[in-house]
Nanobody
Framework: QVQLVESGGGSVQAGGSLKLSCAASGNIARRCGMGWYRQAPGNGREEVSTIMGDGTTRYAYSVKGRFTISQDNAKNTLYLQMNSLKTEDAAVYYC?????????????WGQGTQVTVSS
């Protein structure tokens, strides 16, 4: 069983920075991707950034150049460095892990961490 625990959320003024962490427990050796999603009130959950199993990364257009995704394989931890935060970045941020053993896909979610950005 895989568990994902996010941390690092909080309140920050526009222009500030936060770094989110997602600690994974369980066997994630066969992950094909890990990423960050967010959901603001009244909106659906949207992808922010994903790092694929081969290390390639992708970002939502709205965060390109401001956010950086990274991982520490030794610590089984995923990070999201968020700089130049905007009020529209405020949301609950979720960590997601996709495990792909033998052509199947299993998706796991964390419980979320709140990011508040004030003007």
């Amino acid at each position: 069983q895989v568990q994902l625990v996010e941390s690092g959320g909080g309140s920050v003024q526009a222009g500030g920075s936060l770094k989110l962490s997602c600690a994974a427990s369980g066997n994630i050796a066969r992950r094909c991707g890990m990423g960050w999603y967010r959901q603001a009130p009244g909106n659906g959950r949207e992808e922010v950034s994903t790092i694929m199993g081969d290390g390639t990364t992708r970002y939502a257009y709205s965060v390109k150049g401001r956010f950086t995704i990274s991982q520490d394989n030794a610590k089984n931890t995923l990070y999201l460095q968020m700089n130049s935060l905007k009020t529209e970045d405020a949301a609950v941020y979720y960590c997601r892990a996709d495990l792909c053993p033998g052509g199947m896909r299993w998706v796991y979610w964390g419980q979320g961490t709140q990011v508040t950005v004030s003007s």
